[in-house]
């Protein structure tokens, strides 16, 4: 796999794919290079298990079914890969899934290693919700610093209204959120006020230079 090829870890690192990455080649060079992989458990591997080990009732709270070192490799006779792994067993709640995590790490507890997997899920709802929210179609710098300004300003608008949705006490889907802040980015209103209470605002008479909002006062400068 080009993807895996082209990475060269430090001792010690982790690196967290999917199951398309399936090389065992690359697997093999990860495990020279002192680094730990995680990945998922594909449907047709074939593999002999050589232990299984017990769980604890801590582990099986957590959602691990079983915790099994195999031996693992490629069907040709070419190469001739046979793998030492770990594939953890781990039921979901959530989703009602249940995943087979694959690695060459044999010293993290099993709940653990299902742990590390799931902040790759973590990672593809960040870029899925910048995709949608932040589409970067069209960039205002043709050079390298130009593309990477703007796309960090991209992720930290992100970061901004996450942060001001994690603080709301109500609800708001991030779109949503977006549009609104958007609106109002002109607007001198207490944000977190009109965020939580954006039905009970109606138009009143203020002074000259100030209009009310409910409890709300805007006040435009001049």
Known sequence: MPFLKEIDLEEGSFIVFDKGYVDYSE?????????FFVTRQKKDARYEIVESRELTLQSMMAGVQNDQILIQGTRTQREKIRLNVRMVTFFDAESGRTFEFLTNNFSLLPEEIAEIYKKRWLIEVLFKR??????????LGDNENAIKIQIWCAFISDLLIKVVQVQLKRK??????????????MSYISLYKFLNNPEKLSMGKGNNNQ??????EIDFKT
Not at 27 to 35: N, P, V
Not at 172 to 185: D, E, G, T, V
């Open 27 to 35: 697997y093999e060079r990860i495990g020279k290079q002192g680094a």
């Open 130 to 139: 910048v995709k949608q929210n932040f589409p970067l179609k069209y960039f």
């Open 172 to 185: 708001w889907a991030f779109s949503n959120l977006r549009s609104i802040i958007r609106l109002h980015m």
């Open 211 to 216: 209009l009310k909002l409910g409890a709300l």
